[in-house]
C-alpha cells in the first residue's frame, strides 16, 4: 500500500513538472530575448521618466510570473541590469527573488499541501522529518548546484514544513552570485543573440565554484547521516 502511494507520489511530481515544462515551451514564444530587445528602448525611456513607478511595477510583474513558473527570472534580471542602475538594479534583482521564492513557496502551500497531505500523509511526514534535520543543506545545495529551476524547488519546499522565511532568504544568498551575474550583464542585453552568449571565462568560472562548493555541501549531508547512522 506504502508503495503504490509512493509511486502515485511520484506521479503526480511527474504530472506538475510536464504541465511546468507544457507552460514554459507555450511562453518562450511570448517571453523571450527578442521581445526584451524590441521594447528595451521604450522601457528605458520609461525607467527614466518614472523611476520608483517602475521599480515597483518590476518586482509586482516579476514575482507574478515567476512565481506562475514562466521562463522570466533569467531575461527579467538582465532586463533591469539594462535599463536601471547598477546598485539599484541589484537591490531590485535580490528582493524580486526573495519574493519570488516567499510568495511561491507561500502560494503552492494554501492551495495544494493540504489535498496532498490527505492523500500521501505517511510519505510526506517522512521526508519532513528529513527536511527537518538537514532541509537548509538541501536548499544550499539545490540552488548552488543549478541543477533544477528555481520554481521547482520552490513548489517543492511548498509541499514540506520547512520555514518559509528562512528558506527564502537562504534561497537569495546562495543566489546572489548568479543574480549579480545576470544583472551585470544587463549592458550586453542589445547585443546578444542568445542567452549562451553571456556564458564568459568569468561567469563560467563564477558557475563552476558554485558547483564546487553546492558538491561540498552534499559531502557534508553524507557525512552528518553516516555520524547519525
Known sequence: ????????????????LSILSLVNYWAGDIISLERLQLYHQPVKVFVETNFMLSSIVFIVIFVSLSSLSLPVISLG?????????????LCLGYV???FHCLIMVAGVRYFFRDMIMKRYQVE?????????????????FLRLSLLVPSPIINMAAGLTTINNLLFSVVSTICFIPVISM???????LVMINTLWDLYSHQNLIILLVLASISLGVLWLIRGRDKRSG
Do not use: H
Open 77 to 89: 534580471l538582465l532586463l533591469i541590469g539594462s535599463v536601471f542602475p547598477l546598485a539599484w538594479a
Open 1 to 16: 500500500m506504502v508503495k503504490k502511494k509512493t509511486l502515485r507520489l511520484i506521479a503526480v511530481v511527474g504530472g506538475l
Open 182 to 188: 545576470l544583472v551585470y550583464s544587463g549592458k550586453l
Open 96 to 98: 524580486s527573488f526573495f
Open 124 to 140: 510526506l511526514e517522512k521526508i519532513n522529518q528529513n527536511i527537518e534535520k538537514n532541509g537548509m543543506y538541501y536548499v544550499v
